[in-house]
């Protein structure tokens, strides 16, 4: 497993940005899965966004296409996911995950690691 720890969640008015980061350290990252996952309060957890570590190929959730970027830093070991244009419907936790190679990115069970989460809070 991989180790990993999320930062730059906050406060911010719809229609601003943030860009969390989810620092990774532990095994090698040639085959890993990067993902993006959030929890409202009373639902359950959803997919966000995905990379893969080498290639860089993303995938993202059609309620953030247009609005959201996941990128990575190979030299920093770091996964980002700038947000853009805000919704209070983006509030929640945000979850960073990795796992190895799968074509099914979109599910929890494709992730083996989290990280602890960073809330985000969109008022409007």
Partial sequence: QVQLAESGGGLVQAGGSLKP???V?????SYLTMGWFRQAP????????????????TEYADSVKGRFTISRDLAKNTVYLQM???KPEDTAIYYCAAGP??????????????????QVTVSS
């Fill in 84 to 86: 853009s244009s805000l």
């Fill in 21 to 23: 980061s989810c620092a």
């Fill in 101 to 118: 190679y799968s074509p099914r990115v979109t599910l929890t069970s494709s992730y083996d690691s989290w990280g602890q989460g960073t």
């Fill in 25 to 29: 350290s532990g095994r090698t990252f």
């Fill in 42 to 57: 009373g639902k359950e957890r959803e997919f966000v966004a995905s990379i893969r570590w080498t290639s860089g190929v």
